[in-house]
């Protein structure tokens, strides 16, 4: 019986067998050789070119070299995405081809299974590894024989974008490998003494995970400002303006992605557009600043896959973390609206005790608990104090997540967390695209109201740490989204503390804003409208607008008597301060006859001996001292 043959080798190529039988024979097939006819010249399968742009980041670079120098090295660079990763392995991975043209530089795509394995399978192709065409034969076993074999020679694998541990390593909870070839692909990463592996990554846990110690993980900020400069100068060439840069960077945090599709939107519509008017546009509104940081200008510098604007870039993490942790997703939601300065913890830990937690989430996901599981976790925790100790442990876990990924930063300040005003912005964009914006605003209005105290001056430190938080929510705050009771009440009280703090102004403008809310939601004769009519008028008086403060001190005191009767301590207090007024105008014999009332009236509810009745006696006195009565 004849056989079909193939009689001569064809290197280098895929052959598409046509066979040959013998009448009435079975076809069989004999593949040619694909082995390499001689040995393989060190290459490089980096996809990008040296960057002419390139600015030079010399502490992470001279990392890099440290780390990569030593045998069987493993080094990770990780930050959020756009933070300059991918540029920093390609300009690494060039100058160890420069500086050893024997090592063999391997470009590995990392973000999926399947990108990984296509990168393993152009290794081996370029390599001309024996068996590579072989449907039957494992690529990547192959590779990773060939890498394990120090003969071959030194090498350096760049693994970019490994973002995702399940591409790696094999989840807790499923079915045991069985088969080597469903290991898990961190298997096939050798550590060989003639090998070198540096990962870029957004997350944390995965450099580590693969890196091996938290020692061989450098986390990457944005740019210092001279640096962010220089890139900026290099994009734009002729165009850079040095009186505008400054405010532009600011603008963009120094983050090199951001820099790059500026330059990029500004050449493209270029003599039309400038740096300036780009910082306008920028600040121009909150849905124009969307549109820039989304649009996705191109760059050959990144991989076509990836996606190339701000938003879109970010967005794939905040996709990710929701995937992984839908609560460390709620975690970043509630992140997004404080200042990104100055976030106290213990506010962000306050946020379980509020109303709907059960709620709290971006969209519905299908793997929480159901009512009932919560229903059991409550009648066991009755028993023990086991629920406070898991709603740490979650915080803590939701908390080390979104800093894995490098979107919130523990300060050195105790209880305190920090987060770039950019990812704050997309992050809002990102919950947009959810249809629940405005809920999650509500919520951290109700948080943030039932937080922040009344401008007592026990409650200063505690305002003081808030007031950053309070003036960016009420600034973005709109029109459309109307009054509430607990936004009426922020308002209020943080009018109070403006006042104490001398800034008038400000009082005066809040606590307008707060009477007028008040009106609407609570009614003219509410106990809060009238403390906030009251204290307008404290406002008004402390800045000499006598006639309109005593116009509302009347109306407090009338309202006050209405409502809550002419003894009650808040009746008390608003005829002492119209007291006050008139001492202010020089009303004396009025002020007089106004501060007896009040003494009277504490001696007869608080008791003589009250400091209230005390301070309302020296003031009575010092009132007499004024009129020469003593």
């Keep these: 019986m004849a056989e079909s043959t193939f009689n001569a080798g064809i290197d280098g190529r895929n052959v598409v067998a046509a066979p040959y039988a013998s009448n009435g024979g079975a076809n069989n097939f004999y593949f040619a050789n694909d082995g390499p006819s001689k040995p393989c010249k060190p290459f490089s399968t980096v996809p990008f070119p040296p960057d002419p742009d390139f600015v030079e980041r010399p502490r992470i670079t001279a990392w890099l070299r440290d780390k990569c120098s030593r045998p069987a090295s493993r080094a990770a660079l990780v930050g959020l995405g756009g933070i300059g990763k991918s540029q920093l392995a390609v300009r690494h991975a060039h100058e160890i081809r420069q500086g050893s043209p024997s090592t063999y530089v391997f470009w590995v795509h990392a973000g999926t299974k399947e990108r990984f394995e296509e990168a393993y399978g152009t290794i081996a192709h370029r390599l001309q590894l024996p068996g590579r065409n072989d449907p039957k034969v494992d690529v990547i076993r192959l590779v990773y024989d060939w890498l394990c074999t120090e003969e071959n020679g030194p090498w350096l694998m760049v693994l970019d974008n490994a973002d995702d541990v399940d591409v790696f390593y094999s989840r807790p909870n499923r079915a045991p490998i069985t088969s080597k070839a469903h290991q898990p692909l961190a298997s096939f990463l050798p550590q060989s003494s003639n090998g070198m592996i540096l990962v870029t990554s957004r997350s944390r846990d995965v450099a580590e995970r693969l890196t091996g110690s938290s020692r061989n993980v450098l986390s990457l900020e944005a740019m210092d400002e001279y640096q962010a400069q220089q890139l900026l100068r290099n994009k734009l060439q002729e165009m850079y303006d040095e009186d505008v840069v400054p405010e532009l960077l600011r603008a963009l945090e120094y983050m090199p992605l951001a820099i790059t599709q500026a330059a990029a939107y500004i050449l493209r519509r270029a003599p039309r557009m400038s740096p300036s008017t780009y910082l306008d546009e920028f600040r121009r509104s909150e849905k124009k600043r969307a ?94 104090d086991s629920e406070d100790d898991s709603g740490i442990d979650e915080f803590e876990d939701d908390l080390n997540m979104l800093r894995e990924f490098s979107l919130v930063r523990i300060t050195t300040q105790k209880g305190v967390l920090e987060m770039h005003a950019l990812v704050q912005f997309c992050t809002q964009i990102w919950l947009s695209s959810f249809g629940n914006m405005p809920q999650w605003r509500q919520r951290f209005l109700e948080v943030i109201s039932r937080e922040y105290p009344l401008g007592e001056f026990h409650n200063w430190a505690k305002c003081r740490e808030l007031d950053p938080h309070i003036e960016l929510f009420i600034k973005k705050r709109s029109k459309k989204e109307g009054d509430t009771e607990e936004y009426t009440r922020l308002l209020r009280n943080a009018g109070w503390y403006k006042s104490m703090m001398g800034k008038y102004e400000e009082a005066e403008q809040l606590n307008r804003r707060a009477l007028d809310g008040s009106e609407k939601v609570l009614g003219k004769e509410h106990p809060h409208t009238i403390m906030s009519v009251s204290n307008l008028a404290l406002v008004l008086l402390d800045q000499g607008k006598y006639e309109e403060a005593e116009q509302l001190n009347r109306r407090a005191l009338d309202s006050y008597e209405k409502v809550l009767g002419k003894e009650h ?58 009129m020469d009565l003593e």
């Design 569 to 626: 301590p808040y009746t008390l207090m608003s005829v002492w301060n119209l007291a006050y007024l008139y001492r202010e105008q020089k009303r004396l014999e009025e002020a007089n006859e106004l501060y007896n009332r009040v003494q009277c009236s504490f001696i007869k509810v608080l008791g003589p001996d009250h400091p209230n009745t005390i301070a309302c006696g020296r003031q009575r006195f010092l009132l007499r001292k004024e």
């Design 291 to 384: 549109s820039l940081l989304n649009r996705n200008m191109g760059d050959l510098r990144r991989d076509p896959s990836a996606l190339n604007s701000v938003v879109t870039t970010w967005q794939m993490t905040f996709d990710n973390i929701r995937r992984e942790r839908q609560s460390a997703a709620d975690l970043l939601a509630f992140l997004s609206f404080f200042n990104p300065q100055g976030i106290p913890e213990w506010v962000v830990r306050s946020r379980q005790r509020s109303k709907g937690d059960e709620n709290e989430t971006i969209i519905i996901d299908s793997t929480r608990s159901s009512p009932d599981d919560q229903e059991d976790d409550s009648e066991d925790d009755s028993e023990d």
